[in-house]
Protein backbone atom coordinates (compact mmCIF):
# COMPACT_ATOMS: atom_id res chain seq x y z
CA UNK A 1 0.00 0.00 0.00
CA UNK A 2 2.99 2.15 0.81
CA UNK A 3 3.97 2.19 -2.52
CA UNK A 4 0.95 2.83 -4.15
CA UNK A 5 0.75 6.03 -2.30
CA UNK A 6 4.27 7.05 -3.00
CA UNK A 7 3.66 6.61 -6.75
CA UNK A 8 0.36 8.80 -6.55
CA UNK A 9 2.62 11.54 -4.18
CA UNK A 10 5.56 11.38 -6.91
CA UNK A 11 2.88 11.82 -10.12
CA UNK A 12 0.81 14.57 -8.59
CA UNK A 13 4.60 16.39 -7.47
CA UNK A 14 6.75 15.88 -10.58
CA UNK A 15 4.49 16.02 -13.41
CA UNK A 16 5.86 19.25 -14.89
CA UNK A 17 7.73 16.45 -17.49
CA UNK A 18 4.33 15.37 -18.59
CA UNK A 19 1.91 17.00 -20.88
CA UNK A 20 -1.18 15.28 -18.55
CA UNK A 21 -4.13 18.65 -18.77
CA UNK A 22 -7.64 16.63 -20.08
CA UNK A 23 -9.57 19.25 -22.28
CA UNK A 24 -12.63 17.14 -23.75
CA UNK A 25 -13.34 17.97 -27.52
CA UNK A 26 -17.18 17.64 -28.51
CA UNK A 27 -18.67 15.02 -29.89
CA UNK A 28 -20.15 17.12 -32.42
CA UNK A 29 -17.28 17.94 -34.72
CA UNK A 30 -17.49 14.32 -36.72
CA UNK A 31 -15.17 14.82 -38.93
CA UNK A 32 -11.98 14.73 -36.37
CA UNK A 33 -13.93 11.84 -34.61
CA UNK A 34 -14.14 9.99 -38.34
CA UNK A 35 -10.69 10.79 -38.66
CA UNK A 36 -9.36 9.10 -35.49
CA UNK A 37 -11.21 6.19 -36.43
CA UNK A 38 -10.37 5.93 -39.71
CA UNK A 39 -6.38 6.23 -38.30
CA UNK A 40 -6.91 3.40 -36.14
CA UNK A 41 -8.89 1.11 -38.40
CA UNK A 42 -5.55 1.38 -40.61
CA UNK A 43 -3.81 0.33 -37.64
CA UNK A 44 -1.97 3.59 -37.15
CA UNK A 45 -3.16 4.06 -33.78
CA UNK A 46 -4.54 1.56 -31.35
CA UNK A 47 -7.64 3.76 -29.03
CA UNK A 48 -10.58 2.86 -27.20
CA UNK A 49 -13.40 4.01 -28.97
CA UNK A 50 -16.54 3.16 -26.30
CA UNK A 51 -16.00 6.34 -24.37
CA UNK A 52 -16.15 9.71 -25.80
CA UNK A 53 -15.58 12.83 -25.92
CA UNK A 54 -11.64 12.21 -26.39
CA UNK A 55 -9.92 14.75 -24.72
CA UNK A 56 -8.01 17.00 -26.71
CA UNK A 57 -4.29 15.41 -25.54
CA UNK A 58 -5.52 12.03 -26.69
CA UNK A 59 -5.99 13.13 -30.08
CA UNK A 60 -3.10 15.17 -30.58
CA UNK A 61 -1.02 11.94 -29.09
CA UNK A 62 -2.84 9.76 -31.67
CA UNK A 63 -1.63 12.16 -34.72
CA UNK A 64 1.24 12.68 -33.46
CA UNK A 65 1.63 9.27 -33.73
CA UNK A 66 0.24 8.12 -37.02
CA UNK A 67 2.36 11.16 -38.46
CA UNK A 68 4.68 9.70 -40.90
CA UNK A 69 2.81 6.04 -40.44
CA UNK A 70 3.54 4.12 -43.01
CA UNK A 71 0.22 2.30 -43.64
CA UNK A 72 -1.63 5.88 -44.45
CA UNK A 73 -2.63 7.00 -47.84
CA UNK A 74 -1.13 10.47 -49.04
CA UNK A 75 -4.53 11.99 -48.47
CA UNK A 76 -4.57 10.77 -44.86
CA UNK A 77 -0.97 12.01 -44.17
CA UNK A 78 -2.19 15.44 -45.53
CA UNK A 79 -5.52 15.15 -43.29
CA UNK A 80 -2.67 14.48 -39.92
CA UNK A 81 -0.96 17.64 -40.99
CA UNK A 82 -4.19 19.67 -40.87
CA UNK A 83 -5.24 18.65 -37.78
CA UNK A 84 -1.90 18.80 -36.18
CA UNK A 85 -2.13 22.79 -37.18
CA UNK A 86 -4.94 22.51 -34.17
CA UNK A 87 -3.78 19.90 -31.86
CA UNK A 88 0.15 20.50 -31.90
CA UNK A 89 -0.88 23.02 -29.19
CA UNK A 90 -1.42 20.51 -26.97
CA UNK A 91 2.12 19.36 -27.52
CA UNK A 92 4.00 22.74 -28.21
CA UNK A 93 4.78 25.81 -26.30
CA UNK A 94 4.79 28.93 -28.01
CA UNK A 95 3.58 29.23 -31.60
CA UNK A 96 6.68 28.10 -33.20
CA UNK A 97 5.50 25.59 -35.38
CA UNK A 98 2.44 25.29 -38.37
CA UNK A 99 -0.87 27.06 -36.44
CA UNK A 100 -4.42 26.85 -36.87
CA UNK A 101 -5.99 30.55 -37.35
CA UNK A 102 -7.65 31.40 -34.40
CA UNK A 103 -9.02 34.57 -32.76
CA UNK A 104 -6.80 34.90 -29.75
CA UNK A 105 -4.01 32.45 -28.79
CA UNK A 106 -1.30 32.57 -25.86
CA UNK A 107 0.88 30.12 -24.71
CA UNK A 108 3.19 29.65 -22.25
CA UNK A 109 4.79 27.61 -19.61
CA UNK A 110 2.11 28.14 -17.31
CA UNK A 111 -0.71 29.04 -19.32
CA UNK A 112 -2.39 28.37 -22.30
CA UNK A 113 -5.51 29.90 -24.00
CA UNK A 114 -7.47 29.57 -27.32
CA UNK A 115 -10.42 31.75 -27.92
CA UNK A 116 -12.58 31.38 -30.87
CA UNK A 117 -15.71 32.54 -32.32
CA UNK A 118 -18.50 29.69 -33.28
CA UNK A 119 -21.28 31.05 -36.35
CA UNK A 120 -23.22 29.01 -38.05
CA UNK A 121 -26.11 28.55 -40.36
CA UNK A 122 -28.52 26.03 -42.17
CA UNK A 123 -30.98 26.40 -44.69
CA UNK A 124 -33.72 23.65 -45.69
CA UNK A 125 -36.09 23.47 -48.31
CA UNK A 126 -38.55 20.63 -48.51
CA UNK A 127 -40.40 21.73 -52.02
CA UNK A 128 -42.80 23.60 -50.36
CA UNK A 129 -41.63 26.29 -47.78
CA UNK A 130 -37.56 26.93 -47.05
CA UNK A 131 -36.46 27.36 -43.35
CA UNK A 132 -33.72 27.93 -41.32
CA UNK A 133 -31.07 27.24 -38.35
CA UNK A 134 -28.64 29.83 -37.52
CA UNK A 135 -26.12 29.94 -33.99
CA UNK A 136 -23.97 32.31 -32.27
CA UNK A 137 -21.07 32.24 -29.70
CA UNK A 138 -18.44 31.65 -28.89
CA UNK A 139 -15.65 29.01 -26.83
CA UNK A 140 -12.44 29.31 -24.92
CA UNK A 141 -10.21 26.01 -23.75
CA UNK A 142 -7.12 25.84 -22.48
CA UNK A 143 -4.86 24.85 -19.51
CA UNK A 144 -2.91 25.88 -16.13
CA UNK A 145 0.56 24.55 -15.54
CA UNK A 146 0.19 20.67 -16.43
CA UNK A 147 -2.12 19.63 -15.30
CA UNK A 148 -5.26 21.30 -15.00
CA UNK A 149 -7.67 22.08 -18.08
CA UNK A 150 -10.50 24.29 -18.65
CA UNK A 151 -12.99 24.94 -21.36
CA UNK A 152 -16.37 27.11 -21.77
CA UNK A 153 -18.64 27.45 -24.42
CA UNK A 154 -21.66 29.21 -25.45
CA UNK A 155 -24.20 28.60 -28.07
CA UNK A 156 -27.07 30.57 -29.06
CA UNK A 157 -30.24 29.12 -31.64
CA UNK A 158 -32.74 30.30 -33.45
CA UNK A 159 -35.17 28.42 -35.82
CA UNK A 160 -37.24 29.86 -38.36
CA UNK A 161 -39.06 27.08 -37.49
CA UNK A 162 -39.41 24.01 -34.70
CA UNK A 163 -36.96 21.40 -35.79
CA UNK A 164 -36.39 19.66 -32.10
CA UNK A 165 -39.53 18.74 -29.50
CA UNK A 166 -42.74 21.37 -29.99
CA UNK A 167 -44.64 21.49 -27.22
CA UNK A 168 -44.50 18.07 -26.57
CA UNK A 169 -41.27 15.08 -27.03
CA UNK A 170 -42.74 12.85 -29.41
CA UNK A 171 -40.81 13.83 -32.42
CA UNK A 172 -38.41 10.91 -33.29
CA UNK A 173 -35.37 12.67 -34.44
CA UNK A 174 -31.11 12.36 -34.53
CA UNK A 175 -30.72 15.91 -34.29
CA UNK A 176 -29.28 17.32 -30.45
CA UNK A 177 -31.80 17.54 -27.94
CA UNK A 178 -32.83 21.41 -27.49
CA UNK A 179 -34.97 23.13 -24.83
CA UNK A 180 -36.43 25.93 -26.26
CA UNK A 181 -36.73 29.33 -23.85
CA UNK A 182 -40.47 30.78 -22.90
CA UNK A 183 -43.28 29.75 -24.44
CA UNK A 184 -44.33 27.55 -27.81
CA UNK A 185 -43.93 31.25 -29.23
CA UNK A 186 -40.27 31.00 -28.66
CA UNK A 187 -37.43 29.16 -31.20
CA UNK A 188 -34.34 30.21 -29.34
CA UNK A 189 -32.59 28.03 -27.52
CA UNK A 190 -29.18 28.02 -26.08
CA UNK A 191 -26.76 25.70 -25.03
CA UNK A 192 -23.72 26.33 -22.52
CA UNK A 193 -20.83 23.50 -21.84
CA UNK A 194 -17.81 23.66 -19.97
CA UNK A 195 -15.72 21.99 -17.06
CA UNK A 196 -12.21 21.79 -15.20
CA UNK A 197 -10.58 18.71 -14.38
CA UNK A 198 -7.30 17.81 -12.94
CA UNK A 199 -5.10 14.82 -14.82
CA UNK A 200 -2.07 13.11 -13.73
CA UNK A 201 -0.11 10.56 -15.78
CA UNK A 202 -2.62 7.57 -14.50
CA UNK A 203 -5.88 9.19 -14.42
CA UNK A 204 -8.08 12.77 -14.25
CA UNK A 205 -10.54 14.12 -12.05
CA UNK A 206 -13.05 16.82 -13.89
CA UNK A 207 -16.58 19.02 -12.62
CA UNK A 208 -18.26 19.22 -16.28
CA UNK A 209 -21.73 20.33 -18.08
CA UNK A 210 -21.20 18.49 -21.25
CA UNK A 211 -22.48 15.51 -23.82
CA UNK A 212 -21.33 11.96 -23.09
CA UNK A 213 -21.03 9.29 -25.55
CA UNK A 214 -20.69 5.58 -24.79
CA UNK A 215 -20.32 2.56 -26.64
CA UNK A 216 -19.32 2.27 -30.19
CA UNK A 217 -21.39 3.15 -33.21
CA UNK A 218 -21.33 5.42 -36.32
CA UNK A 219 -24.79 6.05 -36.14
CA UNK A 220 -25.32 6.89 -32.33
CA UNK A 221 -24.76 4.52 -29.39
CA UNK A 222 -27.63 2.66 -27.63
CA UNK A 223 -25.73 3.15 -24.12
CA UNK A 224 -24.98 6.60 -23.80
CA UNK A 225 -25.37 8.72 -27.43
CA UNK A 226 -24.76 12.25 -26.00
CA UNK A 227 -28.00 13.63 -27.62
CA UNK A 228 -29.85 14.61 -24.87
CA UNK A 229 -28.84 18.41 -23.98
CA UNK A 230 -25.98 18.60 -21.80
CA UNK A 231 -26.25 18.17 -18.06
CA UNK A 232 -23.67 18.69 -15.26
CA UNK A 233 -21.65 15.77 -13.87
CA UNK A 234 -18.40 14.56 -12.27
CA UNK A 235 -15.80 12.40 -13.51
CA UNK A 236 -13.27 9.69 -12.51
CA UNK A 237 -10.71 8.30 -15.08
CA UNK A 238 -8.13 5.88 -14.56
CA UNK A 239 -5.48 3.91 -16.99
CA UNK A 240 -2.89 2.46 -14.09
CA UNK A 241 -1.56 -0.27 -16.93
CA UNK A 242 -1.72 -0.21 -20.58
CA UNK A 243 -4.81 -3.41 -20.40
CA UNK A 244 -7.04 -1.42 -18.14
CA UNK A 245 -9.05 1.59 -18.26
CA UNK A 246 -11.91 3.08 -15.87
CA UNK A 247 -14.93 5.57 -16.73
CA UNK A 248 -16.82 6.68 -14.22
CA UNK A 249 -19.08 9.84 -13.66
CA UNK A 250 -22.21 11.10 -11.71
CA UNK A 251 -24.86 13.36 -13.52
CA UNK A 252 -27.11 15.70 -12.22
CA UNK A 253 -30.13 15.04 -14.97
CA UNK A 254 -32.79 17.43 -15.13
CA UNK A 255 -36.96 15.10 -14.66
CA UNK A 256 -38.90 17.88 -15.91
CA UNK A 257 -41.36 16.38 -13.55
CA UNK A 258 -42.79 18.67 -11.34
CA UNK A 259 -42.18 18.10 -7.56
CA UNK A 260 -45.86 19.35 -6.13
CA UNK A 261 -44.76 19.53 -2.26
CA UNK A 262 -42.56 22.08 -3.62
CA UNK A 263 -44.24 24.04 -5.45
CA UNK A 264 -45.47 27.27 -3.69
CA UNK A 265 -47.79 30.24 -5.07
CA UNK A 266 -45.46 33.36 -6.42
CA UNK A 267 -47.77 36.54 -6.87
CA UNK A 268 -50.28 35.56 -10.11
CA UNK A 269 -48.52 31.99 -10.38
CA UNK A 270 -46.82 29.00 -9.24
CA UNK A 271 -43.10 28.44 -8.51
CA UNK A 272 -42.84 25.27 -10.09
CA UNK A 273 -40.06 22.78 -8.41
CA UNK A 274 -38.92 19.78 -10.43
CA UNK A 275 -37.71 16.33 -8.73
CA UNK A 276 -34.35 15.21 -7.98
CA UNK A 277 -32.93 12.94 -10.89
CA UNK A 278 -29.14 11.79 -11.33
CA UNK A 279 -27.26 9.12 -12.42
CA UNK A 280 -23.96 7.64 -11.87
CA UNK A 281 -22.22 5.07 -14.45
CA UNK A 282 -18.94 3.59 -14.59
CA UNK A 283 -17.38 1.53 -17.39
CA UNK A 284 -13.72 -0.84 -16.84
CA UNK A 285 -12.41 -1.83 -20.41
CA UNK A 286 -9.91 -4.23 -20.67
CA UNK A 287 -7.30 -5.13 -23.41
CA UNK A 288 -6.60 -8.59 -23.81
CA UNK A 289 -4.71 -8.11 -26.75
CA UNK A 290 -3.97 -5.02 -28.98
CA UNK A 291 -6.63 -3.61 -30.68
CA UNK A 292 -9.23 -5.59 -28.77
CA UNK A 293 -11.16 -3.99 -26.72
CA UNK A 294 -13.84 -5.52 -24.04
CA UNK A 295 -16.06 -2.56 -21.65
CA UNK A 296 -18.47 -3.91 -19.15
CA UNK A 297 -20.23 -1.42 -17.35
CA UNK A 298 -23.42 -0.44 -14.65
CA UNK A 299 -25.52 2.16 -14.08
CA UNK A 300 -28.18 4.01 -11.59
CA UNK A 301 -30.51 6.59 -12.48
CA UNK A 302 -31.79 7.50 -9.25
CA UNK A 303 -34.83 10.50 -8.22
CA UNK A 304 -37.27 11.71 -5.52
CA UNK A 305 -34.09 11.92 -2.98
CA UNK A 306 -31.58 13.84 -2.13
CA UNK A 307 -27.68 13.15 -3.34
CA UNK A 308 -26.86 9.93 -2.36
CA UNK A 309 -23.04 9.05 -1.75
CA UNK A 310 -23.27 6.02 -2.09
CA UNK A 311 -23.34 6.21 -6.37
CA UNK A 312 -20.21 8.17 -5.39
CA UNK A 313 -18.63 5.24 -4.82
CA UNK A 314 -17.60 4.42 -8.70
CA UNK A 315 -16.61 0.49 -7.92
CA UNK A 316 -19.80 -0.54 -6.83
CA UNK A 317 -22.72 -2.61 -8.49
CA UNK A 318 -25.43 -0.05 -8.03
CA UNK A 319 -28.11 -2.83 -8.40
CA UNK A 320 -27.08 -4.25 -5.36
CA UNK A 321 -26.39 -1.19 -3.46
CA UNK A 322 -29.99 0.23 -4.28
CA UNK A 323 -31.33 -3.11 -2.71
CA UNK A 324 -29.38 -2.12 0.30
CA UNK A 325 -31.81 0.74 0.64
CA UNK A 326 -34.76 -0.28 -1.07
CA UNK A 327 -35.00 -3.92 -0.85
CA UNK A 328 -36.29 -5.27 -3.88
CA UNK A 329 -39.36 -3.43 -3.89
CA UNK A 330 -39.91 -1.75 -7.65
CA UNK A 331 -42.42 0.93 -5.93
CA UNK A 332 -39.35 2.32 -3.83
CA UNK A 333 -36.28 1.43 -5.57
CA UNK A 334 -34.41 2.83 -8.19
CA UNK A 335 -33.18 2.39 -12.35
CA UNK A 336 -30.59 -0.09 -13.13
CA UNK A 337 -29.09 -0.89 -15.89
CA UNK A 338 -26.28 -3.13 -17.29
CA UNK A 339 -24.16 -2.96 -20.80
CA UNK A 340 -21.30 -4.80 -22.51
CA UNK A 341 -19.81 -2.89 -25.24
CA UNK A 342 -17.21 -5.09 -27.46
CA UNK A 343 -14.46 -3.38 -30.37
CA UNK A 344 -12.10 -5.71 -32.58
CA UNK A 345 -9.91 -4.50 -35.12
CA UNK A 346 -7.98 -7.55 -35.87
CA UNK A 347 -8.38 -7.90 -39.51
CA UNK A 348 -6.61 -5.08 -41.24
CA UNK A 349 -8.73 -2.38 -42.39
CA UNK A 350 -12.12 -3.66 -40.69
CA UNK A 351 -13.88 -2.71 -37.12
CA UNK A 352 -16.25 -4.70 -35.73
CA UNK A 353 -18.10 -3.96 -32.81
CA UNK A 354 -21.60 -4.86 -30.73
CA UNK A 355 -22.94 -2.62 -27.83
CA UNK A 356 -25.57 -4.70 -25.69
CA UNK A 357 -27.57 -2.48 -23.04
CA UNK A 358 -29.81 -4.22 -20.55
CA UNK A 359 -32.20 -2.87 -18.26
CA UNK A 360 -33.61 -6.16 -17.15
CA UNK A 361 -32.97 -10.02 -17.95
CA UNK A 362 -34.24 -12.88 -16.28
CA UNK A 363 -32.41 -15.72 -18.02
CA UNK A 364 -34.64 -18.46 -16.38
CA UNK A 365 -37.57 -17.26 -18.32
CA UNK A 366 -35.71 -16.87 -21.54
CA UNK A 367 -37.90 -19.56 -23.29
CA UNK A 368 -41.35 -18.77 -22.65
CA UNK A 369 -43.03 -15.73 -24.45
CA UNK A 370 -45.49 -15.72 -21.64
CA UNK A 371 -43.20 -14.86 -19.23
CA UNK A 372 -40.52 -12.99 -21.33
CA UNK A 373 -39.22 -9.89 -19.68
CA UNK A 374 -35.52 -9.20 -21.02
CA UNK A 375 -35.58 -5.67 -21.98
CA UNK A 376 -32.15 -5.69 -23.94
CA UNK A 377 -30.72 -3.15 -26.44
CA UNK A 378 -28.59 -4.42 -29.00
CA UNK A 379 -26.47 -2.27 -31.93
CA UNK A 380 -23.92 -4.49 -34.24
CA UNK A 381 -21.98 -3.24 -37.04
CA UNK A 382 -18.67 -3.22 -38.66
CA UNK A 383 -17.28 -0.50 -40.89
CA UNK A 384 -14.29 -1.52 -43.54
CA UNK A 385 -12.20 1.62 -44.35
CA UNK A 386 -10.04 1.99 -47.50
CA UNK A 387 -11.82 -0.70 -49.44
CA UNK A 388 -10.87 0.79 -52.57
CA UNK A 389 -8.58 4.02 -51.84
CA UNK A 390 -10.02 6.49 -49.43
CA UNK A 391 -13.74 4.56 -49.60
CA UNK A 392 -15.50 3.32 -46.45
CA UNK A 393 -18.18 1.42 -45.85
CA UNK A 394 -19.97 1.07 -42.74
CA UNK A 395 -23.23 -1.50 -41.60
CA UNK A 396 -24.95 -1.38 -38.26
CA UNK A 397 -28.48 -3.31 -37.08
CA UNK A 398 -29.84 -1.85 -33.75
CA UNK A 399 -32.70 -3.80 -31.98
CA UNK A 400 -34.48 -2.50 -28.84
CA UNK A 401 -37.30 -4.31 -26.98
CA UNK A 402 -40.37 -3.37 -25.19
CA UNK A 403 -39.59 -0.67 -22.34
CA UNK A 404 -35.65 -0.95 -22.18
CA UNK A 405 -35.49 2.84 -21.75
CA UNK A 406 -39.02 3.09 -20.14
CA UNK A 407 -39.43 3.07 -16.36
CA UNK A 408 -43.20 3.48 -14.97
CA UNK A 409 -41.70 5.63 -12.19
CA UNK A 410 -41.39 8.78 -14.18
CA UNK A 411 -38.60 10.79 -11.82
CA UNK A 412 -36.32 7.61 -12.45
CA UNK A 413 -36.89 6.82 -16.62
CA UNK A 414 -33.78 7.00 -18.42
CA UNK A 415 -33.78 10.25 -19.83
CA UNK A 416 -32.74 14.01 -18.90
CA UNK A 417 -34.90 16.92 -20.53
CA UNK A 418 -37.43 14.30 -21.66
CA UNK A 419 -34.90 12.91 -24.22
CA UNK A 420 -33.81 9.38 -24.07
CA UNK A 421 -29.88 8.97 -22.92
CA UNK A 422 -29.44 6.04 -25.13
CA UNK A 423 -31.44 5.52 -29.09
CA UNK A 424 -32.78 8.23 -30.43
CA UNK A 425 -35.93 5.20 -31.36
CA UNK A 426 -36.71 4.56 -27.75
CA UNK A 427 -37.97 1.63 -27.02
CA UNK A 428 -39.71 -1.61 -29.31
CA UNK A 429 -37.88 -0.60 -32.27
CA UNK A 430 -35.14 -1.41 -34.72
CA UNK A 431 -32.91 -0.49 -37.61
CA UNK A 432 -30.73 -1.01 -40.08
CA UNK A 433 -28.57 1.90 -41.04
CA UNK A 434 -25.65 1.86 -44.28
CA UNK A 435 -23.06 4.20 -45.05
CA UNK A 436 -20.45 4.90 -48.11
CA UNK A 437 -17.81 7.00 -47.77
CA UNK A 438 -15.38 8.82 -50.60
CA UNK A 439 -12.74 11.45 -49.30
CA UNK A 440 -10.55 12.38 -52.30
CA UNK A 441 -8.68 14.92 -51.27
CA UNK A 442 -8.12 16.27 -47.99
CA UNK A 443 -11.00 18.07 -45.97
CA UNK A 444 -13.32 17.11 -48.96
CA UNK A 445 -16.33 14.29 -47.38
CA UNK A 446 -18.86 12.46 -49.26
CA UNK A 447 -21.50 10.11 -48.03
CA UNK A 448 -24.52 8.24 -49.29
CA UNK A 449 -26.48 6.42 -46.66
CA UNK A 450 -29.36 4.83 -46.20
CA UNK A 451 -31.63 3.91 -42.95
CA UNK A 452 -34.76 1.86 -42.32
CA UNK A 453 -36.42 2.34 -38.87
CA UNK A 454 -39.95 0.63 -37.69
CA UNK A 455 -40.98 1.21 -34.70
CA UNK A 456 -44.14 -0.74 -32.28
CA UNK A 457 -46.33 0.11 -29.90
CA UNK A 458 -45.16 2.62 -26.79
CA UNK A 459 -46.19 0.06 -24.07
CA UNK A 460 -45.18 2.80 -21.30
CA UNK A 461 -47.56 5.46 -22.47
CA UNK A 462 -50.31 2.36 -23.26
CA UNK A 463 -49.92 1.66 -19.23
CA UNK A 464 -49.94 5.59 -18.47
CA UNK A 465 -52.96 6.19 -20.27
CA UNK A 466 -54.77 2.42 -18.86
CA UNK A 467 -55.62 1.32 -22.74
CA UNK A 468 -54.67 -2.34 -21.64
CA UNK A 469 -58.36 -3.04 -22.69
CA UNK A 470 -57.24 -2.35 -25.94
CA UNK A 471 -53.96 -4.34 -26.16
CA UNK A 472 -54.78 -7.87 -24.99
CA UNK A 473 -51.41 -9.14 -24.65
CA UNK A 474 -51.11 -6.68 -22.07
CA UNK A 475 -51.04 -8.94 -18.45
CA UNK A 476 -53.72 -6.64 -15.92
CA UNK A 477 -51.24 -7.83 -12.78
CA UNK A 478 -49.42 -4.94 -12.23
CA UNK A 479 -46.79 -7.25 -10.70
CA UNK A 480 -46.64 -8.96 -14.26
CA UNK A 481 -47.13 -5.79 -16.65
CA UNK A 482 -43.84 -5.86 -17.82
CA UNK A 483 -43.84 -10.05 -18.93
CA UNK A 484 -44.47 -11.21 -22.57
CA UNK A 485 -44.89 -7.83 -24.09
CA UNK A 486 -44.49 -8.50 -27.94
CA UNK A 487 -41.28 -6.89 -30.26
CA UNK A 488 -42.92 -5.51 -32.84
CA UNK A 489 -46.16 -7.84 -33.55
CA UNK A 490 -47.71 -4.30 -35.15
CA UNK A 491 -45.23 -1.67 -37.03
CA UNK A 492 -46.69 1.56 -35.60
CA UNK A 493 -44.44 3.87 -37.84
CA UNK A 494 -42.19 3.29 -40.31
CA UNK A 495 -39.23 5.02 -42.08
CA UNK A 496 -37.19 4.81 -44.85
CA UNK A 497 -34.55 7.97 -45.93
CA UNK A 498 -31.43 7.41 -48.53
CA UNK A 499 -28.80 10.81 -47.93
CA UNK A 500 -26.34 11.96 -49.67
CA UNK A 501 -23.96 14.70 -48.45
CA UNK A 502 -21.04 16.32 -49.38
CA UNK A 503 -18.78 18.88 -46.87
CA UNK A 504 -15.39 20.41 -47.00
CA UNK A 505 -12.98 21.77 -44.43
CA UNK A 506 -11.98 24.60 -45.70
CA UNK A 507 -9.91 25.83 -42.41
CA UNK A 508 -9.78 23.90 -39.12
CA UNK A 509 -13.32 23.35 -37.84
CA UNK A 510 -14.74 26.00 -41.04
CA UNK A 511 -16.98 23.90 -43.24
CA UNK A 512 -19.34 24.31 -46.06
CA UNK A 513 -21.89 21.51 -46.57
CA UNK A 514 -24.74 20.48 -48.93
CA UNK A 515 -27.09 17.45 -48.02
CA UNK A 516 -30.36 16.00 -49.90
CA UNK A 517 -32.52 13.26 -48.56
CA UNK A 518 -35.26 11.46 -49.85
CA UNK A 519 -37.74 10.63 -47.20
CA UNK A 520 -40.85 8.59 -46.68
CA UNK A 521 -42.94 7.72 -43.69
CA UNK A 522 -45.47 5.28 -42.60
CA UNK A 523 -47.69 3.61 -39.94
CA UNK A 524 -50.35 5.16 -37.68
CA UNK A 525 -48.53 7.15 -35.59
CA UNK A 526 -46.53 8.69 -38.54
CA UNK A 527 -48.17 12.43 -37.73
CA UNK A 528 -46.95 11.62 -33.90
CA UNK A 529 -43.12 10.85 -34.10
CA UNK A 530 -42.36 13.47 -37.55
CA UNK A 531 -42.31 17.18 -37.74
CA UNK A 532 -44.48 18.07 -40.03
CA UNK A 533 -41.76 20.02 -41.34
CA UNK A 534 -40.96 16.80 -42.83
CA UNK A 535 -44.25 15.55 -43.67
CA UNK A 536 -44.91 18.21 -46.34
CA UNK A 537 -42.15 17.12 -48.39
CA UNK A 538 -40.83 13.68 -49.00
CA UNK A 539 -37.30 15.42 -50.61
CA UNK A 540 -35.53 17.78 -48.18
CA UNK A 541 -32.29 19.85 -49.59
CA UNK A 542 -30.26 21.53 -46.98
CA UNK A 543 -26.85 23.49 -46.88
CA UNK A 544 -24.73 25.63 -44.83
CA UNK A 545 -21.63 26.50 -43.33
CA UNK A 546 -20.24 26.66 -39.89
CA UNK A 547 -17.10 27.51 -37.87
CA UNK A 548 -17.19 25.85 -34.23
CA UNK A 549 -18.65 23.08 -32.37
Not at 189 to 214: P, Q
Not at 311 to 330: E, M, R
Not at 439 to 458: E, F, N, V
Not at 493 to 506: G, M, V
Request: aromatic share 16%.
Amino acid sequence: MSRFLYSIILSLCIGNAVFAQEVPYHISNQAVYDFIDELANKGAIDINTAIKPYSRMTIAKALEKANGHPALSKRQQNEVAFYLKDFNKELTIGKDFDKRFDVFYHSDSLFKVTVNPILGGQFFNNGNSTEYHRWGGAEFYGSIGKHVGIYGSLRDNHESRYFGKDSHDEYISTRPGSVYKGDNLDKDFSETRGGISYAWKWGSLGLHKDNVMWGNGYHESIILSGRAPSFGFVSFKMNPVKWLEFNYMHGWLVSEVVDSSRTYAVYNGDREVYANKFIAASMFTIKPWKKMYISVGNSIVYGDVDFNPTFAVPFLFYKSADHTYNSWDNWVGHNAQMYIDISCRQINKLHLYTSIFVDEIALTKMFNKDEWSNDIGIKIGGRFTDLLPDVSLTAEYTRIRPLTYEHFVPTITYKSNRYILGSYMRDNAEEIYLMARYKPIRGLDLQASYTHMKKGKDYQKIFDNNEEDLHPEINQDQEEIRRGLPFLNEVRYKTQSITFKASYQIVNDGFIFIEATKNSFDGPDKELYTNPFFLEGDNILSFGMNFGF
